[in-house]
Structure formats: C-alpha cells, structure tokens
C-alpha cells in the first residue's frame, strides 16, 4: 500500500518536523464522512497494537445536550475532543513505556489512535455554518499527528439519532472535502475503503509502515 504524502510537494512544515526526544507517542487519525466506520476502525487497531484511542467527544456532547446544535457549540465540542485527546495521550504513554517485548509495539514508540481531529471540526463548521472558530483553525496548525486514515464512503450508511446526512451527494461532497485537505497538507495519508475486514487490514498495513 502506498502512503500519501504531499511533504515532497511542499517542503516541510509544522505539521512534519520531528518529534522532541521525549515525544515519542505516534498518532494516527481517522477521519472523513458520518457513517464510514472511523469508531469502530480505531476501536479495532486500538485492540490490535494494544493500546488506547480517543473517541469522538462530539457524540458525548450531542447525547447529553441534544442535536440542536449551534456555531458556539462547535467551539465547546472541540475544545472537549481535545482535552479528551490529550487524556488519551497520557494513558498511552503510560502503556507505551510498560508494554511487552513481545507486543506488536515496541516500548520506545506507542500509540494512540483518534476519532476526530480538528479538521472534522473545521470541516462540520464550515458546511453548516459558513464559518469557522479561530481557536480551531489554530488548533489545526498546532496539532502534530503521525498518520491519517481517510475513510471512504463506500460503507452503507447507518442510521442512528445523531446522523445528519444519509443522502448520497452531501456524503460524497463531504468525503471529496476531506480528500482535498488531505492532499494539500504534509502529513501522510491512506485511504481506507472496502469491508470492515479490508479496512482493518489496509490501516494495520499503513501504521506498520511508520513505525
């Protein structure tokens, strides 16, 4: 499997210098459209490297609050999904530094694997509100990930009470979104696409690729 990547293009940036010593954490992200299986894709790495991921905070927030939404809204659930980020980062670390010579990963490189980044964020202002928060477009500049997995909607969507979008154009308009921002930045990036099976074997290849 080939990794994208656009550093070649670009030249370095912030989003791809290395890493200090002490941060020795690799994060890999999963994103792209409602109801292209980003849960439960980072659930199953997670249980297959022996380590931790992040959840999306966004449905915490929407189950207690409601779905009625607003722009202000948006600014809180990211600032939830980021402190839960880095709540998962700090477990990960711990497991990183305790796990097995045996484990699939070794003790000097862990990781976590997250649901939602800042960029989902930006991408849900933008399409319903025409606009987005400053604090997450910085967010997005600041923010250092490893790897991102773009998941296609080649899945059938699933209905539950927090999914806005079941209509084949919004779907296809949004994935067509997050492939654009994948392209014009530095960070590599795969797309993942077929069966939950495929799926999982497609990520499992391209992690082991940066590790």
Request: hydrophobic letters at 35%; one cysteine or more; aromatic letters at 10%.
């Amino acid at each position: 499997m080939n990794i994208i990547t656009a550093s070649a293009r670009q030249g370095n940036t912030s989003r791809n210098k290395p890493a200090p010593p002490y941060q020795m954490l690799k994060k890999i992200v999963a994103i792209g459209p409602e109801s292209t299986g980003k849960s439960r894709l980072c659930e199953q790495l997670a249980r297959h490297y022996g380590t931790v991921w992040c959840p999306e905070y966004a449905r915490e927030y929407l189950l207690k609050h409601g779905t009625g939404y607003s722009y202000e809204d948006l600014l809180t659930i990211a600032k939830g999904q980021l402190a839960l980020e880095e709540e998962q980062v700090r477990i990960a670390q711990t497991l990183s530094t305790t796990q097995h010579s045996s484990s699939p990963v070794s003790s000097s490189s862990g990781l976590l694997f997250i649901d939602t980044d800042m960029y989902v964020m930006k991408v849900w202002c933008e399409f319903v509100f025409g606009n987005c928060h400053r604090f997450i477009l910085d967010q997005v500049v600041e923010r250092k990930y490893d790897l991102y997995l773009l998941c296609n909607i080649d899945l059938p969507w699933v209905r539950d009470e927090l999914r806005e979008y079941p209509d084949p154009e919004p779907r296809r308009q949004l994935y067509s979104i997050y492939r654009d921002i994948l392209v014009n930045q530095a960070v590599p990036w795969v797309e993942i696409s077929g069966n939950y099976e495929e799926r999982v074997a497609k990520a499992v290849q391209a992690v082991n690729n940066i590790l």
